[in-house]
């Protein structure tokens, strides 16, 4: 297949710039994967949607404020340094801007001395390795100093960072938040909850790969980026009891689809583990674990999109984004969101 087969037309002004509040006054497109038949609701009448039975799973990672803006040392030309990942200790892999400032040995300050951060090495990719030090608990510093590390077609700044978090984060390593999440808040989990849908909390932590374009026309061509994933005991035992007693795998976001069908056996049941996946998930992909997905709006020819036409078909997919436009969804990592469901559950055992 070709990237160009992804396509679509989105006018500038329907992405998404900021939150809408509460989080679940989001509008929400329900498409039948079967039918393609399309209903639009608000993001609260999930609650409509899923039914006791169902195993609801959320991706639990917390997104860094890994954005940072250093000064360099003595001549005060600013740098920007993105966290990607801690390599050791306090050495961070890190993506920095403009980089010819920020050779081997250079030293910068953060936040008005709050931090300091040597560069130890420039590596191969381009990406410095570079040590921090400061007083008291690193995270805590980052998160005095630190703001959220926006997608690029996000140009407003953010004036509360709890607003790229869902509520329900609690496990740092993210450099960008699975965004189908944002959606939830507290109140309409305990409703889920108490209709009697199961929640599972499992793990991915969102690189910065998840924005990398798609550069080779035949998609099939596409390196996928690497992320690390974690499955409980207890989040695989609550996915293994719906499955079995025929209650559908709703999956919070691409990020948890590509967690639970990694990690999933050949007749979709999970154990616990972790570990790294690069699953690649386009059109003729067999689904082994989800029944149904919440997602948002993608950008054209991005993986993420793929993933959702290999979900519901590619026909189904470009024509729901056809009637978002004309409806003047919102798109994006703030914007509106979709459910994506099936008559029956994916239980092929």
């Known amino acids: 297949m070709n990237k160009s087969d992804f396509y679509y037309d989105l006018p500038e002004e329907l992405i998404a710039q900021e939150p809408v509040t509460p989080r679940d006054a989001s509008r929400l497109m329900v ?61 961070w892999e890190c993506i920095t801007g403009p980089g010819r400032k920020a050779q081997t040995g250079t030293v910068f300050s953060f936040g008005d001395g709050l931090m300091q951060g040597t560069v130890k090495e420039v590596l191969a990719n381009g990406n410095r390795l570079v040590e921090f030090s400061y007083d008291g608990v690193f995270f805590e510093v980052l998160d005095r100093i630190g703001e959220m590390p926006l997608p690029h077609y996000i140009t407003k700044k953010l004036a509360d960072k709890d607003r790229y978090q869902t509520v329900y984060a609690r496990e740092r390593g993210s450099a960008a938040a699975p965004t189908a999440g944002l959606h939830f808040t507290p109140q309409l989990l305990e ?4 209709k009697g849908v199961a929640i599972a909390r499992i793990t991915l932590h969102v690189g910065i790969g998840t924005f990398r374009p798609v550069k080779t026309e035949k998609i099939e061509d596409h390196k996928m980026h690497t992320e690390h994933y974690s499955v409980s005991a207890e989040a695989a035992e609550l996915i293994n009891t719906a499955k079995k007693a025929g209650g559908r795998i709703v999956a919070v976001g691409t990020t948890c689809c590509r967690t639970l069908e990694s990690a999933a056996d050949e007749n979709g049941f999970l154990s616990a583990q972790s ?17 149904a997905l919440i997602t948002n709006f993608h950008l054209p020819e991005s993986t993420l999109i793929m993933l959702v036409s290999a979900f519901c078909g590619r026909e189904n997919t470009l024509h729901a984004y056809q009637v978002a436009v004309e409806e003047k969804y ?10 994506i469901r099936s008559g029956s559950p994916n239980h092929k055992i």
Not at 191 to 194: S, T, V
Not at 276 to 291: A, L, Q, V
């Open 275 to 291: 570990g790294d996946t690069n699953i690649f998930i386009y059109p003729g992909y067999h689904f082994r674990c989800i029944d």
């Open 330 to 339: 919102r798109f994006f990592s703030f914007g509106d969101a979709m459910f």
């Open 31 to 91: 498409l039948d994967r079967d039918t393609g038949e399309i209903a639009h609701r608000h993001f609260y009448d999930i609650a409509d949607e899923l039914q006791a039975g169902d195993c609801l799973v959320i991706n639990d990672t917390k997104v860094l404020p890994a954005r940072l803006y250093g000064i360099k040392q003595p001549t005060g030309a600013r740098v920007e340094f993105l966290l990607l990942n801690q390599k050791s200790g306090d050495v």
């Open 191 to 194: 409703k889920l909850k108490n």
